[in-house]
């Protein structure tokens, strides 16, 4: 993705002309960006080869889940319709692991039914229900455990789930107790030791503190797992400041945690894997001006990309089409729902905008189009993946008729 005589430019694709074909709001993913991310993951992890779970929740668009197959990857998945399109993109049960902390006993008989890799528990209460289903199934059934390790990733409170005030997870003492009881359970067969701190982290150390928490805990538990899931959470640029995660540093510490444990290591990347791999082109419908400010009017709402609105995410603004006049005047760029929180960025620097141009919003492929809604009764947005000169369309926009 870059410009091209100051076109922007997705592989060999001109945005200016892919719109005369498509109306704006709309996703555009790169394919090439996608198997380049995944082959940075593996590369960096290769020395100890992980089973990776692609985080379906942060998009599960089903071309985009069938490219992830394709690429050798599994699921993380966190309801039954995850778990169904996981399942209907080819992605091989035995690279699922099924996470959440409020499964419910329908969606736990259907994971039990398709025979995945890992139940990942998050309560005492989850573990009997497994165990009450495999019973009336005369079935072994094999799960995991989630342990919060009251380790703070240093991320945006939302989306930080590692600390003891969060709803992940068991502690320690309760992770005792159970793997007793599963221990002794003749439908039970814990396997994994699970833990996951959070989101969108660029800091490695958390990581080493979590790894250290998980290291003494075995060795005073005194239990042998066939998998560590050490979850996802790797973070990505969005600021454009080269602040990026250091894959070798914690390729180093996980391969000593693994000279003291011999387990098999599971991730589940989502954001690192989908995140810069595609962005949000929208119209600007109006300008609205003021003496401070110019409220930049685009037809992209809050419904449409809801991590600015949720959680007060930045992802960077540009223009599709470079004009070299720029300006000192703050620009919010909003969108025309509503509500004060859809907005998406306050600039103090930015080119000379016009009405009908055109803006793209960065870095949307992760939780960008899975966290979408109906609001406002506005339909969902079309998404395309453009591999090489080739578009495709893998959603199609919604009608207004059928969501009324």
Same mark, same amino acid.
């Given at each position: 993705?870059?410009?091209?005589?100051?076109?922007?430019?997705?592989?060999?694709?001109?945005?200016?002309?892919?719109?005369?074909?498509?109306?704006?709001?709309?996703?555009?993913?790169?394919?090439?960006?996608?198997?380049?991310?995944?082959?940075?993951? *593996?590369?960096?992890?290769?020395?100890?080869?992980?089973?990776?779970?692609?985080?379906?929740?942060?998009?599960?668009?089903?071309?985009?889940?069938?490219?992830?197959?394709?690429?050798?990857?599994?699921?993380?998945?966190?309801?039954?319709?995850?778990?169904?399109?996981?399942?209907?993109?080819?992605?091989?049960?035995?690279?699922?692991?099924?996470?959440?902390?409020?499964?419910?006993?329908?969606?736990?008989?259907?994971?039990?039914? *398709?025979?995945?890799?890992?139940?990942?528990?998050?309560?005492?209460?989850?573990?009997?229900?497994?165990?009450?289903?495999?019973?009336?199934?005369?079935?072994?059934?094999?799960?995991?455990?989630?342990?919060?390790?009251?380790?703070?990733?240093?991320?945006?409170?939302?989306?930080?789930?590692?600390? *003891?005030?969060?709803?992940?997870?068991?502690?320690?003492?309760?992770?005792?107790?159970?793997?007793?009881?599963?221990?002794?359970?003749?439908?039970?067969?814990?396997?994994?030791?699970?833990?996951?701190?959070?989101?969108?982290?660029?800091?490695?150390?958390?990581?080493?503190?979590?790894?250290?928490?998980?290291?003494?805990?075995?060795?005073?538990?005194?239990?042998?797992?066939?998998?560590?899931?050490?979850?996802?959470?790797?973070?990505?640029?969005?600021?454009?400041?080269?602040?990026?995660?250091?894959?070798?540093?914690?390729?180093?510490?996980?391969?000593?945690?693994?000279?003291?444990?011999?387990?098999?290591?599971?991730?589940?990347?989502?954001?690192?894997?989908?995140?810069?791999?595609?962005?949000?082109?929208?119209?600007?419908?109006?300008?609205?001006?003021?003496?401070? *400010?110019?409220?930049?009017?685009?037809?992209?709402?809050?419904?449409?990309?809801?991590?600015?609105?949720?959680?007060?995410?930045?992802?960077?603004?540009?223009?599709?089409?470079?004009?070299?006049?720029?300006?000192?005047?703050?620009?919010?760029?909003?969108?025309?729902?509503?509500?004060?929180?859809?907005?998406?960025?306050?600039?103090?620097?930015?080119?000379?905008?016009?009405?009908?141009?055109?803006?793209?919003?960065?870095?949307?492929?992760?939780?960008?189009?899975?966290?979408?809604?109906?609001?406002?009764?506005?339909?969902?947005?079309?998404?395309?993946?453009?591999?090489?000169?080739?578009?495709?369309?893998?959603?199609?926009?919604?009608?207004?008729?059928?969501?009324?």
């Amino acid at each position: 993705m870059r410009y091209i005589n100051n076109i922007f430019t997705i592989e060999k694709c001109k945005l200016n002309k892919v719109l005369k074909k498509f109306e704006t709001p709309i996703f555009c993913y790169s394919g090439r960006k996608i198997n380049e991310n995944i082959n940075n993951f *593996k590369n960096s992890f290769k020395s100890f080869s992980p089973i990776i779970c692609f985080s379906t929740k942060s998009n599960s668009n089903l071309e985009i889940l069938k490219q992830i197959k394709k690429n050798g990857l599994g699921a993380d998945v966190v309801s039954k319709g995850e778990l169904m399109i996981a399942l209907k993109a080819g992605i091989n049960p035995k690279k699922i692991v099924f996470s959440g902390v409020g499964k419910t006993r329908s969606e736990l008989i259907y994971a039990i039914e *398709k025979n995945i890799l890992l139940i990942n528990c998050e309560s005492k209460s989850e573990i009997l229900e497994i165990e009450n289903i495999a019973r009336s199934k005369n079935k072994k059934v094999d799960i995991g455990i989630r342990l919060n390790p009251n380790t703070d990733a240093k991320t945006l409170k939302q989306i930080s789930t590692g600390k *003891k005030e969060n709803k992940f997870g068991v502690s320690e003492k309760t992770l005792v107790e159970v793997s007793e009881y599963s221990r002794k359970s003749k439908y039970l067969n814990l396997k994994c030791l699970s833990v996951h701190i959070g989101s969108q982290i660029l800091d490695y150390k958390p990581y080493q503190k979590m790894l250290n928490v998980l290291d003494k805990l075995i060795k005073k538990i005194d239990l042998n797992f066939d998998y560590i899931d050490l979850g996802g959470g790797m973070g990505i640029d969005y600021n454009k400041d080269n602040k990026k995660f250091n894959y070798k540093k914690y390729n180093q510490i996980i391969k000593k945690f693994l000279t003291k444990h011999k387990t098999k290591i599971i991730f589940e990347p989502g954001r690192s894997i989908i995140g810069d791999t595609a962005i949000l082109i929208s119209k600007i419908i109006y300008i609205k001006e003021s003496s401070k *400010k110019d409220f930049i009017i685009v037809d992209a709402a809050m419904n449409d990309f809801m991590r600015p609105a949720l959680y007060g995410a930045k992802h960077k603004i540009i223009p599709l089409i470079k004009n070299n006049k720029m300006t000192n005047k703050k620009y919010d760029f909003v969108g025309p729902i509503c509500e004060t929180t859809d907005k998406f960025l306050t600039t103090n620097k930015f080119q000379k905008l016009n009405e009908k141009d055109y803006i793209i919003i960065c870095d949307v492929g992760a939780y960008g189009s899975s966290l979408s809604s109906n609001y406002n009764i506005r339909p969902k947005l079309a998404e395309i993946l453009i591999k090489g000169s080739k578009i495709n369309v893998i959603k199609k926009r919604q009608k207004l008729e059928d969501i009324i």
